[in-house]
């Protein structure tokens, strides 16, 4: 699996209002280093896209929670401590 679906299902289930299922996030969570090969632009668009739902907050505490923008924003993922 390319590291930037991570994002992408997160993308998804915020645009699309569902929830990932429990076994896909631990998926997620456990291959979360594995974003750091993504570039930063990827990263940045696919945040965006998440910003842009009309749910951003879960979309981006999601992403937050499961680590997987933590290596590209690393001040984000304190905020939320």
């Known amino acids: 699996m390319h590291p930037l679906r991570m994002m992408r299902a997160i993308r998804f289930a915020t645009q699309l209002d569902f929830q990932i299922e429990e076994e896909s996030f631990q998926a997620i969570y456990e291959?979360?280093?594995?974003?750091?090969?993504?570039?930063?632009?990827?990263?940045?668009?696919?945040?965006?896209?998440?910003?842009?739902?009309?749910s951003a907050f879960q979309g981006i505490q999601a992403a937050v929670q499961y680590r997987v923008i933590a290596s590209h924003l690393p001040k984000m993922t304190e905020l939320f401590g």
């Open 31 to 54: 291959n979360r280093e594995r974003i750091s090969i993504v570039s930063q632009e990827r990263i940045t668009d696919e945040l965006n896209k998440i910003i842009l739902a009309k």
